[in-house]
């Protein structure tokens, strides 16, 4: 009766170190497989994630914050913070962040109605604090938080099930060069289209690519076929980096996604220093 029973146990125990091998990973542990290396900092920032939407609430806000959280761990650039309340754009407090992560907060205007309030977040800017967008931070705002942002949200006909064709606009350029090796790539998401967006004041990195098969079939609203994905920005002494994509949770643990994300951190916290100038919209090939 001993070996059969001394058999039995060996088989469960296999079985359950197969299975324990198989696991599929959690988010997090996808967050953290995939998080790229960085140069070393020169410092450690603080920034503050600011996940509180007053509109849709996407369900990767919380991914959106395990991916900062991880980010701080395994590059050592920043210490965050997680809030959803606004108190913390507060004179007092807002000055001691170097850059704060809008995690998807669709329609900021709807929550911070206070015009003080609204002021003291531009100033931040404008004095030199760096703004990271994330997806539906471009939806909505007031008219200094468009301008600021760079767009605005004005619908999406390339929806979040599809995948769309992604134009690296920048190869060379220190955010987006790694990304696919500053190849074009295509990428499940949904992807805005904005309205008070203006080229001539963005740094546009990357944009739909038109001439990939699926994404040129949608017809969108503008008249120039401008539709930008991710660019960056000086607005006054500040650095805004914004990123269209970010609805579906797995960007968050997106490897070329992180790269330009990580790289883009750097450039809003003031640690890398990287062109803004902007660039007029190249050729159709
Ligand atoms: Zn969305």
Redesign the pocket.
Known sequence: MKKPLFLTLLCVLSLGLFAANNKKPSERELVSQNMPKIEAPSKKYKVLCFSKPYGFR?NSIEIGKTMMEVMAEKTGLFDVTFSEDLTEFAPDRIKQYDAICLNNNTHLQKGMKDEKMRETFIKYVKNGGGIFAI??ATDGGWKEYVEMIGGNFDGHPWG?GGTWGIANEDPNHPIVKDVYKGENFTIKD?IYQYKDFDRSKNRVLMTLDLSHEATGKKNGKRADKDYAVAWVKNYGEGRVFVSSLG?NKEIFYHPEILKMWAEGFRFVLGEADVDTSSVPKPAAK
């Open positions: 996407h997806h539906s979040a949904e609805h």
